[in-house]
């Protein structure tokens, strides 16, 4: 399936400056090294309905994503507020799921980690509930340079 995935990173995750996630899996923070077994954290959209959120995909749920060579697991909601399900992540982009990956940054400059986010922003190819033994260029995603294949 195709998705449209951007990049949240330490520098402007909820609460900023922070690796806090909502709803861990395998990890307490985001991070993971994109292997099958360390899957990096993934925010996915969600709806807000008495007071509960419903997630667009699972906690748990695993994607490869193709363009990054990384595995990835759902482990945290992307869209703040009263009604997220009004904003992009939940609503999609183009007629796309919307993937919001995990690319760490703490240590790096919050500038230089926004560039790195712009460029891996896109409609990508990724596989759901993927197999293990894709490629893998396995690290944090902002520290290897947000490098595409």
Not at 13 to 25: C, E, L, M, Y
Not at 77 to 92: E, F, R, V
Request: aromatic share 10%; with cysteine; net charge positive.
């Amino acid at each position: 399936m195709n998705a449209f995935l951007t990049g949240y990173s330490y520098w402007d995750n909820t609460p900023r400056g922070s690796a806090q996630i909502a709803r861990p899996v395998i990890h307490r923070k985001a991070g993971g090294t994109g292997t099958y077994e360390d899957p990096v954290t993934l925010a996915v959209g969600h709806v807000k309905r008495n007071g509960r959120s419903y997630m667009d995909y699972p906690a748990g749920t695993k994607f490869y994503i193709k363009n990054l060579q990384r595995y990835a697991i759902v482990e945290d909601l992307c869209g703040d507020g009263p009604k997220p399900q009004a904003g992009p992540c939940h609503s999609g982009y183009q007629g796309h799921d919307w993937l919001d990956i995990y690319v760490g940054g703490k240590g790096i400059s919050e500038s230089w980690v926004d560039g790195c986010m712009n460029r891996i922003t896109g409609i990508q190819p990724v596989i759901l509930n993927p197999r293990p033994g894709y490629p893998v260029s396995p690290g944090e995603i902002a520290a290897s340079g947000c490098t595409t294949f």
